[in-house]
């Protein structure tokens, strides 16, 4: 009973300090114009599966993320503005606007640019494999 009570307590600890944590964005060696925030980290159960990381992304009209690699298998929703993704391996275009969903694979090389006028708010559930949860936020 008491170790029970104990593990509650420890996971309350620690929920507490990861959204305390959250709160600060995360902007090293990010493109002007673009604030990504990670608002949480949840442990996974699955085998391969370390952790499930929520994170929202804010890019300004014309702010882009410019031919990068996607570091982590993850499912991404827009909830406001409108996007333009080239997804550099298949020459692929399309174009996101409010409310649309898609899932970059990990691995694919893409640029990713707001070509709307105002702020594009992008929230993104990232895969994190075992070993890759201190990885890159975005």
């Known amino acids: 009973m008491l170790a029970r009570v104990v593990k509650r ?12 944590v959250a709160s600060d964005a995360y902007s090293a060696g990010l ?6 925030t990670v608002i949480a980290e949840y ?14 992304v804010v890019l300004q009209p014309g702010a882009a993320f410019e031919n990068i690699v996607v570091e982590n298998d993850e499912y ?7 996007l333009t993704r080239i997804n ?18 990990k691995g694919e090389r893409h640029t990713v640019t707001n070509t709307g006028e105002l702020d594009a708010i992008m929230w993104a559930y990232q895969l994190l494999a075992k070993g890759e949860a201190n990885g890159i936020k975005m």
């Open 31 to 36: 493109p002007d114009g673009i604030k990504v």
């Open 76 to 82: 991404c929703r827009l909830e406001q503005g409108r």
């Open 43 to 56: 442990p996974s159960r699955l085998p391969d599966l370390e952790k499930m990381r929520l994170v929202k």
């Open 9 to 20: 307590l420890s996971f309350l600890l620690v929920a507490i300090f990861v959204l305390l």
């Open 88 to 105: 550099h391996d298949t020459g692929a275009t399309d174009v996101y606007t409010t409310g649309s969903l898609w899932a970059p694979q």
